[in-house]
């Protein structure tokens, strides 16, 4: 059964850092791993997708990583911003469904 | 091209009665994703259906909850005599191709309290 897990589960930094959420896996067989954010009380916004042959993919100051073999990805914030502050949720796809991690809670202070 | 809607966003239920919620997935998009946040709980999955069909179904409970997706009109999860434990956030999700072969797009959810 796959499980995700993301550390830290929560993250307080002053706005312009450089920061890293990490995710990972326990079962490296996936298709692709999609990184989102969750503003409370809404949806999910997709950020970034990692096809499983990929090694990482970059999106304006967003940055992610995947090492499949070690079941991990790490999600890159460059230059932080207040607007940053939401919750970061790893998904992993085997097929039908994505397991998701339990998230981190960024919030990034001005 | 609009995105993934649901309706409604806030739903309040008293114990016992039913409640529906509605997906219309985004324009040329034939699978859909049913997946649920329990209060200070992460997502997991219900169940994923193409037109017509149940792919999926493992993470549905066994009774009282039922998700159809027909030919014509949006996919309609079903939860018949909720109870308290029901409340929770449901969310729905479509995308154009099966399985990892492209992203999961994500509604904004509809919010289910049972009283």
């Known amino acids: 059964k796959q499980e995700v897990t993301q550390i830290p589960a929560a993250l307080s930094v002053p706005e312009g850092e450089n920061l890293v959420l990490n995710c990972s896996f326990t079962?490296?067989?996936?298709?692709?791993l999609q990184w989102f954010r969750q503003d409370p009380g809404k949806g999910l916004t997709s950020l970034l997708l990692i096809q499983s042959s990929q090694r990482e993919q970059t999106s304006g100051r967003l940055n992610a990583s995947l090492d499949k073999s070690s079941g991990r990805s790490t999600l890159y914030i460059a230059a932080s911003q207040p607007g940053d502050s939401a919750t970061y949720l790893c998904a992993v796809n085997a097929g039908n469904m994505l397991t998701f991690g339990g998230g981190t809670r960024l919030m990034v202070k001005p | 091209n609009a995105g993934v809607m649901q309706n409604p966003r806030h739903l309040v239920r008293r114990r016992g009665q039913e409640a529906r919620l509605r997906c219309s997935p985004m324009k040329g998009h034939s699978h859909v994703y049913w997946y649920r946040q329990l209060p200070e709980e992460g997502l997991k999955f219900m169940v994923y259906l193409q037109k017509e069909n149940i792919i999926d179904e493992s993470g549905m409970p066994k009774e009282r909850f039922s998700a159809e997706f027909p030919k014509e009109g949006p996919s309609i999860l079903r939860i018949q005599q909720v109870v308290r434990g029901d409340s929770a956030a449901y969310f729905c999700?479509?995308?154009?191709?099966?399985?990892?072969?492209?992203?999961?797009?994500f509604g904004n959810g509809t919010r289910l309290t049972v009283t």
């Open positions: 079962d490296s067989a996936i298709y692709n």
């Open positions: 999700a479509s995308s154009r191709d099966r399985g990892g072969d492209s992203p999961l797009h």
